[in-house]
Structures are given as structure tokens and as C-alpha cells.
């Protein structure tokens, strides 16, 4: 029994041996040949990429892996490569393609090289993302108050197509073509292109940069800097004429402050403008840019019409008249015109005929005068010709030089007409019918109506009225009215007149005076 036992157990290891020798040598015979996988390309941009390869089987082993890539199909290692730097503890290895071309199809293979050779993967395809355009921005010209020009040149579009390009622009560094930045569109694709920059405002500093937009984003050029010229001149006309001409208004001779004033608009920065009374026999004046004599101010050259601004320049001078003053302020030397007007109104009232004249008011500043309107059109027009006309504004009561719309009469009655002249580029009329309305008339809605005394030069009317208040209200609105002391009418919610008794009345308005009188007959 021991024998059979020990022998037994002595045998055990033999039989091990033999096993093992056994499946060693089906391992060997089963061994697959090495095999490779490329099974995606991801995270792609304009300039890299990243591939993954897989090891199917690696037959003897590896010693490198990688992945090889090319713009032609069918790349290997002789082309451009990236090997695997990290463990290969795992089938699946990923390898970042680096330095790529934009917008660029490629073609790439996982590769791994052992004992047996090198294997390739599948063969697979991607392209890089589009880059920005490359734009440059041309410095800026013809700059104006409220305008300038500049522009710019796309000479790549970066692989993909430019569908926008033009020049942004703002008062902060860097502008983009986002808001609140102003931007021009000036079309798309390569090459040239012009941009007129508007909407500016004077004495300003810009930034400006080209831009083009494609796929990949907008691109933008170099920033260039540019100061708009003065979009509004706010110019004074000093002389020895300011006092006597507007009595009672506090302006005095020769003080820039406290004379009369031109300017220009930003639709014309150039051109300098304004009505100025000039009182004496003579008259001398000068422009000042300034509201002091700090300059630049400008005065005769010695040539009619023409400005100096030398500061030992003689003084202008004209004779006595209500002049419309003009300044070409965009030429070198400048030059002025003084065009001497008397103003009056035309339209159906006359047949479109010879004007019905205005007169000129020193101490209201202001052209006026009464006259029975029919219902119909008309203007206001100068020296009796249509070189000087103003017609129908934007606004209820503003006027426009050589408008095409005429002002309109919807009610015939008599009428007070009055042309304000004295704010430069903001001229305005009124046109008016008066009437009398209170508790004292027996209605706060129904206007007793005045007429035209053309002698005494007042509005007129002879009415019984009770104990109450009245007012003065123009065109049967309340728009427009006036109340308060008799002798200081007021339009600014002044309080009603008080009528003490009931009687017959004879009442007068002088509405451009504000000045009243109620009497009872």
C-alpha cells in the first residue's frame, strides 16, 4: 500500500510538466498576425486634429506606434508622422496631429511597427476648421463733422468664404461691429473696398478698424484714429452796431457774449448762417469764433467778400438793413455774403402775386403785420423774388428754406403774422386769429372773435360781457393764450382777467406787444 501511494505522488509533477508543455505550444501555434484599427478622428481645428488607432492584435509585439498622415490618400511613414508617446498598456491609443494647414482635407492611418514589419490601420479622412480672413484698414479721408472716409482690403478670406466686410468705428479703442459701435457693410469676398463712415459728431476722436467675416469669425485690421472737423460752428457777430439795433435785450457793441449769432447745422457744417439787424447808418462788425475775443475772429481782407483772420485785420461794415449772413467756412481764405431782406407774405391771399409786406420789429426781434387770410396756401418770401422763401417744416410752427409745401390757411379770418428770424437755423412763424373766451362771455369753449384795426394797429372787439374773467386765446384753442396784467400779457399759464361788472365793452389786443385794454362804453 505505501508503494502505491509514493508513486503516486512522485508522478504528479511529471504529469504538471507535461501539461504545460502542452498548451505552451498551442499558444504559440494560435498567435494571431499583428492587426491594427483606426477608428476615429476627433476635436479637429484649423490646425490640428487628434486620430485614434486600436490594436487588433500584435502578433510578436510593437515597438512604436503612431499615427502617419498626408494631403494624399494612402499615407505611411515616409510621410509625416506622430508617434505614440504614452504606455501601451491598452489596446486603444490616441495620437494629436500637430501643425496642420487650414482648411485642409488629410488622410491618416493608424501605424505600429514590430519583429514583422509595419502595419497600417484604415485609412480615413477629415478637414481642418477655416481660420479668419486677413483684413488691413486704409487710413482715414475727407473728414468732415459728420463724416469720413476710409475703407479696406481683404487679401486672404482663411478658407472659407467672406460674406461680410466693411469698417467698424467708435469713440472707445477697438471697435467691433457689435452694438452700440457704428458699422458700414461694403459687400463680401476678396479685394478693395470704400466705407463712408456718417452719423459722426464734431471735434471727436474715432477708432476705426476693417473687418471681414467668414465661417470662422470676423477678422479684424489694423486700428486707425481719426478727429472729426467741427460739425455745429456757434459763431458771434461783435460790432458797433449790437446795442442800437437791439434795444432793451441786453446785447452791447463789441462784446462776442452779447452780440447777435450764426452757426451752422451738421447737414452743412460749413456753412455758417444767421439773420442779424444792423441799426446805424454804418455799421461795423466782425466774426468771432468764440464768445471772447480769444479767436480765431475774422474781419475784412481788403477784398470784398472775402474774410482775414489776422487779428490786425480792418473791421467789415455795411449800411443799414436786416441782412441774411452766410460764411463759406470750408474754404481758405473765407468768404461771407450779406444779403439785405425785407420780408413779407405771398399765396392765395394775393394771387401768388407781388408779396404783402411784414415790418421788421427792433424791439421783438421779429417781422410781423395783420391781414384778412382766405383759406388757401402761402409762404413767406423775401425782396419780392423766390431766391429767399420759407415754406412748411417738419413742425407745427418751423419753416424750411424753399420748402416745397406751402403753409395753410384752413379758416378765413384776420390774421396776425409773425417771422422769427433771431434763432439761427431755427426760424419760426405764427399765424393767428384772436378771440375772447370766459365765464365773463358766457363760454369757456365758444370764442368771441376780434378783428383788424389797421389804423390803430391792434385787434378789436365790441362786446356785452358779465361779471366774470376772460382770456385771449388764439385760433379757438387753448394752445396758445394769453392772461395776467393787461399790460404784461402772458402765455405761461397766467391766471384769467377779471371783468368787475356787466356792460358793453370795447377790448384791444396787441398779441406781438401782449398788451390789452378792456373799457367798458
Not at 315 to 330: E, I, S, T
Amino acid at each position: 500500500m505505501k508503494m502505491k501511494s509514493i508513486l503516486k505522488i512522485m508522478m504528479l509533477p511529471v504529469a504538471a510538466v507535461l501539461i504545460l508543455a502542452g498548451c505552451t505550444q498551442e499558444t504559440s501555434e494560435i498567435r494571431l498576425d499583428p492587426k491594427l484599427g483606426t477608428t476615429k478622428v476627433f476635436n479637429i481645428t484649423s490646425n490640428s486634429a487628434t486620430v485614434t488607432g486600436f490594436v487588433v492584435a500584435e502578433g510578436e509585439g510593437f515597438t512604436t506606434r503612431g499615427v502617419c498622415y498626408d494631403k494624399q490618400p494612402a499615407p505611411t511613414t515616409s510621410k509625416s508622422t506622430a508617434p505614440f508617446a504614452g504606455p501601451a498598456i491598452n489596446a486603444a491609443y490616441n495620437v494629436t496631429l500637430t501643425d496642420l494647414d487650414f482648411a485642409q482635407t488629410y488622410f491618416a492611418r493608424a501605424f505600429a511597427t514590430g519583429p514583422a514589419g509595419t502595419v497600417y490601420g484604415e485609412e480615413l479622412t477629415f478637414t481642418t476648421l477655416p481660420v479668419v480672413a486677413t483684413v488691413t484698414t486704409v487710413d482715414a479721408t475727407d473728414v468732415e463733422g459728420t463724416t469720413a472716409v476710409s475703407g479696406g482690403s481683404v487679401t486672404a478670406d482663411g478658407g472659407s468664404a467672406v460674406t461680410a466686410r466693411g469698417v467698424c468705428f467708435g469713440t472707445t479703442t477697438k471697435p467691433t461691429i457689435d452694438a452700440p459701435n457704428g458699422k458700414t457693410v461694403d459687400g463680401a469676398g476678396l479685394g478693395s473696398f470704400v466705407s463712408n463712415l456718417s452719423g459722426l459728431k464734431g471735434l471727436t476722436k474715432y477708432y476705426a478698424r476693417a473687418y471681414a467675416t467668414n465661417s470662422a469669425g470676423t477678422a479684424y485690421g489694423n486700428e486707425i484714429t481719426f478727429t472729426t472737423l467741427v460739425s455745429v460752428r456757434e459763431w458771434y457777430v461783435p460790432g458797433d452796431y449790437v446795442a442800437a439795433s437791439y434795444p432793451g435785450s441786453g446785447l452791447a457793441d463789441w462784446a462776442p457774449d452779447k452780440s447777435p449769432m450764426v452757426k451752422s447745422n451738421e447737414a452743412n457744417p460749413n456753412n455758417v448762417e444767421g439773420y442779424v439787424y444792423m441799426a446805424n447808418a454804418s455799421n461795423n462788425f466782425k466774426f468771432a469764433s468764440q464768445p471772447n475775443w480769444d479767436g480765431p475772429n475774422y474781419g475784412a481782407s481788403g477784398t470784398a467778400g472775402v474774410l482775414s483772420s489776422d487779428p490786425n485785420a480792418g473791421n467789415n461794415n455795411l449800411p443799414q438793413g436786416f441782412y441774411k449772413l452766410n460764411v463759406n467756412a470750408g474754404v481758405d481764405p473765407m468768404t461771407y455774403t450779406a444779403v439785405a431782406m425785407t420780408w413779407g407774405v405771398i399765396g392765395d391771399i394775393n394771387g401768388w402775386s407781388a408779396q404783402v409786406p411784414l415790418t421788421y420789429d427792433p424791439a421783438l426781434h421779429v417781422w410781423k403785420g395783420a391781414m384778412h387770410m382766405p383759406v388757401g396756401g402761402w409762404k413767406f418770401r423775401a425782396n419780392d423774388n423766390w431766391d429767399y422763401n420759407y415754406g412748411k417744416g417738419t413742425g407745427s410752427n418751423d419753416l424750411v428754406a424753399g420748402s416745397q409745401d406751402n403753409l395753410s390757411i384752413t379758416v378765413a379770418d384776420d390774421y396776425a403774422i409773425t417771422l422769427d428770424l433771431s434763432q439761427p437755423l431755427a426760424y419760426t412763424y405764427r399765424a393767428d386769429r384772436w378771440g375772447i373766451v370766459g365765464s365773463a362771455t358766457g363760454s369757456w369753449d365758444v370764442d368771441q372773435n376780434m378783428s383788424w384795426d389797421a389804423v390803430n394797429k391792434v385787434f378789436i372787439a365790441t362786446i356785452d360781457l358779465t361779471a366774470g374773467e376772460i382770456k385771449f386765446r388764439a385760433n379757438d384753442d387753448w394752445g396758445y393764450n394769453f392772461g395776467g396784467s393787461l399790460t404784461d400779457l402772458s402765455s405761461d399759464n397766467a391766471p384769467n382777467i377779471p371783468i368787475a361788472e356787466a356792460g358793453n365793452y370795447k377790448i384791444t389786443l396787441d398779441p406781438w406787444a401782449r398788451v390789452a385794454t378792456v373799457t367798458k362804453n
